[in-house]
């Protein structure tokens, strides 16, 4: 089963608009990622936040952190069409006590902004 | 740097065919991965490696092998396709796999007929 785990699946807004997509995992975690895929391209990196952060800004972007829940949550303010993407979490964590990790991603979520 | 590349773009076999899908970097990355991506499945990862030699199994690694013989080069080899291989696939790499971001290769597209 997916480690991650992304509600909504979809997510249908305004232009100006905020948008919150929120991913739980089941697994103590080392960093959290968040990714952006436009259609029928490759993944490009958001941001990353740690296990011992809590809270991290980049732009327009904010990202929490809840170990305790095992959640995070990604905000997007003021949000553009250009926005318009799949959105996935990913949790990395330690690969049955070695030092190696696996990244394992969340189904995602699918943003859609209307002009 | 043409960061990380794949090739072919698209590809389509009959069911038990071999093929070998490619993925190089030029970051001199030392973390490499595979995922495959259906659709309502997300990202599934079937191979990474941690360093030019070492290889290891991620969560769907039935039907396909890896191998890494120098850091640049991080092959996927379908031995025997079926179409249930009908995916998209992705290679991704970073410099440390526990910190840093993964850079993602365009994707192969592959139908299994």
């Known amino acids: 089963s997916q480690q991650g785990e992304e509600d909504p699946q979809a997510l249908s807004i305004q232009e100006g608009e905020n948008a919150t997509m929120n991913c739980s995992y089941k697994?103590?975690?080392?960093?959290l990622q968040w990714y952006r895929q436009n259609s029928g391209r490759g993944l490009v990196h958001l941001i990353l936040?740690?296990?011992?952060?809590r809270e991290k800004h980049s732009g327009r972007l904010r990202v929490t952190l809840d170990t305790s829940k095992k959640s995070s949550s990604l905000l997007i303010t003021a949000s553009r069409a250009a926005d318009t993407a799949s959105y996935f979490c990913?949790?990395?964590?330690?690969?049955?006590?070695?030092?190696?990790?696996?990244?394992?991603f969340g189904q995602g979520t699918i943003l859609t902004v209307h002009p | 740097n043409a960061g990380v590349t794949q090739t072919p773009k698209f590809q389509v076999l009959k069911t038990g065919q071999s093929m070998t899908l490619q993925c190089a970097q030029d970051m001199n990355h030392e973390y490499m991965s595979w995922y495959r991506q259906d659709p309502g499945m997300g990202l599934r990862l079937i191979h990474y490696?941690?360093?030019?030699?070492?290889?290891d199994q991620g969560e769907v690694p039935n039907g396909y092998n890896v191998s890494r013989s120098t850091t640049e080069d991080f092959p996927l080899r379908l031995l025997s396709a079926a179409p249930s291989q009908t995916s998209v696939y992705f290679c991704?790499?970073?410099?440390?796999?526990?910190?840093?971001?993964?850079?993602f290769g365009p994707g192969t597209r592959l139908t299994v007929l």
């Open positions: 936040i740690r296990s011992n952060e």
């Open positions: 490696s941690v360093g030019a030699g070492i290889t």
């Open positions: 697994t103590s975690i080392n960093n």
């Open positions: 990913a949790t990395l964590t330690n690969a049955g006590g070695t030092s190696y990790g696996k990244l394992t």
């Open positions: 991704a790499s970073s410099y440390s796999q526990s910190t840093d971001t993964q850079y």
